[in-house]
């Protein structure tokens, strides 16, 4: 038997790949501070269970493809509050943003087509993009740069026509960035200026520390038909075991499309669109003071990271993520030597290697994504034992003390 | 922006594509037998329901991709008690069982690569195939021939070296057909032979009203390591709503494969999760009562059927479905005009038009599935309908009693 190309060329993903390694020191009875994976700690509103728990039927039916009634309602409801107008035709339910990412994969692009990613990006970009046979063709963005969008130069110079959309995140995963309105501007004119179709991933909307308020790709009016928003209740709401996203476009013939691909997989979790559904009566409060909460955290990440010699760190200002550049060659052994070395009162760390974060070959081999999900006093024990870890690592590349040419030592 | 080929070639569900249309006619105070989704409306056993209500926790967190331990183990005992036995490594719980052959065709075929299926097939084969860019060969079975699969002969003759895997489901949707051992002994030789994989939709495995006791294909130790079995609880247990499938395959290097899938998905809902890890409580009765039920219910229908002069219908031998040809020229036309035109009682009906689920152009034209997902009253209701449908149908091809040569009038 043979397998697919696409499917050999394809990664595992490096978020989860750890994860057994992971598991097999936790069996050890050693704690591993998860820093690797968005999922958060933050309760779930109690409303989506109580609805859950409320839905009384014999038979649990299969839902509409697009959705189910109250769910899109409530998803219109909230994009309605960002300013965002859609009319339900205008909205699908999709099984978290993945399915939308990867719907919207299969609505634009054919085999050996590309799509215009900033890397890092989210390495799941990268994993479905494969599996689809759809190349990314990166613009690179990088540590020392704190992740800024470039010109629009660089964006025409790796433009080429079998180019279909762009795609990025905003906040972003796993940089942080909030892009300004100035970078919005630069895709905006790019995606104009060549007819392509933009896919926004919106999903951290809420997770936003800066001063400016929130900015929507949709709200650029003069491409209005050619943004696709994907969107996700996981991380507003803590919500990650409901597979709960969405597309919303002004674009009826890309929604023709979509639905059809919703159709051949019949329709998404009922239960999870019953909670869904209900999201529409949590206070906004809820959400406010997750932000207040995760900006804390990140305050305590940023004071910690910036006391670690040769670690380079842009503070996020958004998600809950950080990219940082370690004085190491291969953050994946780091990761797994100090998983496997390094102790503080019982406990180690999880990272996540940054390397497949980019599609150019090499980049970010030295860089680690850290996720910020975990309390406060979690997140100062997981620094410390960093710091340890960054202190014994035999493979460092930094300077140490010892190795310092002093010219006039001290007698 | 432009839209991919793959797309634009993808069919829209036939099953569903009439929904809204009969959404139209319910509007206006009808009532629309519903004969065209396979929605069971048995009761899920309450302990699925019971199961979610007792899950407490304050966060609703992502699930293993693999799946969760307790769903892989209820699975794994479910297909041990038809003698199938997996390691929890060899399963993967899916998002339905369309995710299951989704993830299938990404492990097997690159666009343009070829899967053979045997027509009348499944219809969202083909539009998940399409919207992957495969190709589909069908071998084409007849309702004449009570859909019997031939000889390999006709297997070998379509054979191309861009074929990568056999699909088919048995107990069939939608022909009903439970295929014998010798039939399949026919694909097996056919999958060896070539070296093929076996993507065996065996989801209707308890609805079997033969006296023959369910074969897997998974039961034939001469492919043991090219068959992936693909299972649903949503028929089994009535619950379409709950979007739970697996993937069971001997195959380490196709788990592997598929497990990359399922971290880019990340992970099926938690909840629906919780509640088919506990099936495993449910009662064999459960499923034997079903059995007897719809066996009853495809007994009336056949009977009713069979007084229909022009309708040719093989009795189904498992799952809910039928197909049969109709006196008519254009079965999605007849079906349209049944649904505005023809009352009884103020209820019509609703069919599904076969045509798609053929491959070769032209086929099941004056073809419809049915499906008996309906109690006997409502079947009989049902067919009273359909039968004055055909009667009154302005584009018959049925030879009225007046049109009749008449070599002798009776004086």
Known sequence: ???????????????????????????????????NIGQPDIPTPPDFLSAVRSYDVNVLEYANSRGITRTLETTQLYLHNYGLDFT?????????????????????????????????????YRSIAESQGVRLIPITTSVEDHFRIPGIEAFDA????????VLLSSPSNPTGRVYTR??????????????????????????NYTDR???????????????????SISKKY????????????????????????????????????????????????????????????????????????GVVAPTPEGAFYNILRLPVEDAEDFILWTLHNIRIDNTTILLTPAESFYSTPGMGRNEVRISYCIDETKIERAMDILEKALREYPGTTAQKPADLHVENPPV
């Open 1 to 35: 038997m043979k397998f697919s190309k696409r499917i050999e060329n394809m990664i595992a993903s490096p978020i989860r790949k750890l994860v057994p390694v992971a598991d097999r020191v936790r069996a050890q009875g050693i704690e591993v501070i998860p820093l």
């Open 88 to 124: 339900l035709d205008e909205l699908l339910i999709t099984n978290g943003a993945s399915e939308g990412l990867s719907f919207s994969l299969a609505c634009t692009c054919d085999p050996g087509d590309a799509i215009l990613v900033i890397e890092p990006f989210y390495t799941n």
């Open 158 to 165: 790796v433009y080429e026509p079998s180019m279909r959309a």
């Open 182 to 207: 100035e970078e919005m501007q630069v895709i905006v004119e790019f995606v104009k200026k060549h007819d392509l179709f933009l896919l926004a991933d919106e999903v951290y909307r809420e997770f």
């Open 213 to 231: 308020p929130f900015y929507s790709f949709m709200q650029f009016d003069e491409i209005r038909d050619q943004v696709v928003l994907l969107d």
């Open 238 to 309: 803590s919500a990650c075991g409901a597979r709960i996203g969405s597309i919303a476009t002004k674009n009826a013939d890309f929604m023709a499309h979509a639905l059809k691909l919703a159709q051949s997989r019949l329709s998404v979790s009922t239960l999870d669109q019953i909670g869904a559904g209900a999201m529409d009566i949590v206070d906004d409060q809820y959400v406010e003071d997750n932000r207040i909460t995760y900006k804390k955290r990140r305050n305590v990440l940023q004071r910690r990271l910036e006391r670690l010699s």
